[in-house]
């Protein structure tokens, strides 16, 4: 694999970083600390847009920020994750915007709110901003965690409204889709009690995501989740023109994609409701969204079989924003788990520099695979919050090396952001 793809390798040395910072930067550094203005990310066919100029970004997942950000004494974490990020040149983080029934419920039931837990929302995002972190705000998910789409169903079963038991008909049962409308405009509209901005209008926010990891096994034809993503994304748009859109896919191809024979990890990968191609396609979407998680889709237990695939996904997903969709790609998610057999962390750091050399070949190449975003990180002292695939970034010094040399990679290429500057100082020009 290693000599296949050699020349996806490249290397940014110290006297490279030195003369960009120095000669393309000049002493224009600003410290994170101070107030970092934001700009709204735009789209330009397949590339995101930053102030005019093209933007490849490094970041990470910390889905846990609003439910730690809902008491004072645990906010120190929220602080400590994004000031890490900073330090480590990261400019996105997406995150979840809900937690439907149960502790520290955002939405207690339909259209009622715990405005302490509206007011931690206001907490992660302010301080993103104040940190020149970028947001992606996930608005439901497929799984049960924090309510998800079969909290929706339970509440209109008990309402005596639902049409079926069955944790799909969130997509099809219309009462439920107006349940979840409401949610999306309380959401949206909600003015923040620390800026003073309608989330909306908020620059901090990159983008929405409808639904984390969506599947819809009653209907393999993949027909009632594109309409529920038609219906989704045009109403959310009718209430936000200024941010982007994706849909939260996990990328499989579908019935309608000869690429479900070729490029999807296994042949169920085509049964679950979704197809990545006809979903993204829809007007109203602006980017689309995959996942990589080789250990958990492959059966083969050979390590460079793993890599081999994800060269193949990720290429295969870029191609696919190139040439049929015209919209930039965004990695949401990549790990690998802990709990393979034959784990270590130097395996893991060979998956994650292959993902985040193929971001930059595609930088370089001005192509559509836009960012990566690893899950998970975490900071320390939260345990019961990890999985198989999170960790605390600076305690393993060359996974913090692999992601700060790529921050500083491309900063190179396209120039530093504002927010970065400050940090990037002291990354990009260290022996």
Same mark, same amino acid.
């Given at each position: 694999?290693? /000599?296949?793809?050699?020349? !996806?390798?490249?290397?940014?040395?110290? &006297?490279?970083?030195?003369? !960009?910072?120095?000669?393309?930067?000049?002493?224009?550094?600003?410290n994170v600390h101070g107030q970092t203005k934001l700009t709204f990310v735009e789209r330009?066919?397949?590339?995101?847009?930053?102030?005019? +100029?093209?933007?490849?970004?490094?970041?990470?997942?910390?889905?846990?920020?609003?439910?730690?950000?809902?008491?004072?004494?645990?906010?120190?974490?929220?602080?400590?994750?994004?000031?890490?990020?900073?330090?480590?040149?990261?400019?996105?983080?997406?995150?979840?915007?809900f937690s439907d029934g149960g502790y520290n419920a955002l939405q207690i039931s339909p259209g009622r709110f715990n405005e302490k837990v509206f007011r931690a929302l206001d907490y992660v995002i302010a301080e993103s901003g104040r940190y020149?972190?970028?947001?992606?705000?996930?608005?439901?998910?497929?799984?049960?965690?924090?309510?998800?789409?079969?909290q929706y169903v339970k509440w209109a079963w008990e309402e005596g409204v639902a049409l079926s038991s069955?944790?799909?008909?969130?997509?099809?049962?219309?009462?439920? =889709?107006?349940? !979840? +409308?409401?949610?999306?405009?309380?959401?949206?509209? =909600?003015?923040?009690?620390?800026?003073?901005?309608?989330?909306?209008?908020?620059?901090?926010i990159l983008a929405w995501e409808l639904i984390n990891e969506p599947r819809c096994m009653t209907d393999k034809s993949g027909d009632t989740l594109q309409s529920w993503i038609e219906e989704m994304s045009s109403y959310l748009k009718l209430i936000d023109q200024k941010h982007l859109l994706t849909v939260g896919l996990e990328g499989f191809y579908g019935p309608t994609s000869p690429k479900r024979f070729v490029v999807n990890p296994q042949v169920w990968a085509a049964d679950f409701g979704t197809d990545f191609i006809r979903n993204s396609k829809i007007p109203k979407v602006d980017f689309a969204s995959v996942h990589i998680y080789p250990d958990h889709w492959t059966q083969n237990p050979d390590f460079e079989h793993k890599l081999k695939f994800v060269f193949k996904w990720m290429? /295969?997903? &870029?191609?696919?924003?190139?040439?049929?969709?015209?919209?930039?790609?965004? !990695?949401?998610?990549?790990?690998?788990?802990?709990?393979?057999k034959d784990f270590s962390h130097s395996k893991r750091e060979r998956l994650y520099k292959l993902i985040l050399d193929v971001i930059y070949i595609s930088a370089q190449r001005n192509k559509s695979g836009a960012g990566s975003l690893v899950w998970q990180f975490l900071v320390d002292g939260m345990e019961d919050f990890n999985d198989e695939f999170g960790f605390v970034p600076w305690t393993i010094p060359s996974t913090y090396r692999l992601f700060t040399d790529h921050s500083c990679r491309l900063a +190179?290429?396209?120039?530093?952001?504002p927010s970065q500057l400050y940090h990037l100082r002291k990354l990009c020009t260290r022996t």
């Open positions: 694999m290693r /000599s296949g793809i050699g020349w !996806f390798y490249p290397i940014v040395g110290f &006297i490279s970083c030195l003369a !960009f910072l120095y000669i393309s930067l000049g002493d224009s550094w600003i330009n066919g397949t590339q995101f847009m930053v102030d005019g +100029k093209p933007f490849y970004f490094n970041g990470w997942n910390s889905y846990w920020m609003m439910d730690h950000a809902v008491d004072e004494y645990n906010r120190h974490k929220i602080r400590a994750m994004l000031l890490a990020g900073s330090k480590m040149g990261l400019t996105v983080c997406r995150t979840w915007a020149g972190i970028r947001l992606v705000l996930c608005l439901v998910d497929n799984l049960q965690a924090y309510g998800g789409k079969t069955s944790n799909d008909s969130f997509f099809y049962d219309t009462s439920i =889709r107006r349940y !979840f +409308k409401n949610y999306v405009k309380a959401v949206l509209t =909600r003015k923040n009690t620390l800026t003073g901005l309608e989330y909306r209008n908020d620059p901090t290429f /295969s997903h &870029i191609e696919d924003g190139d040439k049929e969709l015209n919209k930039p790609i965004m !990695f949401t998610e990549f790990g690998f788990s802990t709990l393979n +190179k290429l396209q120039g530093a952001l």
